[in-house]
């Protein structure tokens, strides 16, 4: 049981992957009005600050959206397949049925 839960840790949830990604945006927003401001005010550290931060912000925007991509993409290879092996052991993939919505599991195979 503990590989499984050591991979749920590290992969976030696809919304958690989507608040972050949200966070990084605000943050290059708020780094460029604060670029923005120190120039209006003549204040090169606050100009430095808000562009440098903004900067960064929109460089891990990138690199998650990126992510978010690799790891839909992998997921969408491993439902593909009918029967996976792991640890030694094969599962079968199954439809699972929960509140209307249709999803896929894979089942230890007996």
């Not at 401001?37 to 990138?62: D, F, M, P």
């Not at 397949?81 to 894979?106: D, M, S």
């Amino acid at each position: 049981m503990a590989p499984s839960f050591a991979v749920a840790q590290h992969h976030p949830t696809k919304a958690q992957q989507q608040k972050d990604k949200n966070n990084w945006r605000n943050l290059s927003i708020a780094g460029g009005a604060l670029g923005v401001i120190g120039l209006l005010k003549h204040n090169a550290l606050l100009t430095e600050l808000g562009i440098g931060g903004g900067l960064y912000s929109v460089y891990r925007y990138e690199q998650d959206r990126k992510g978010q991509s690799k790891v839909d993409r992998r997921r969408a290879a491993l439902f593909s397949h009918t029967r996976i092996k792991q640890n030694g052991h094969w599962y079968n993939r199954k439809t699972v049925t929960r509140n209307g919505h249709k999803y896929f599991a894979f089942v230890k195979a007996k």
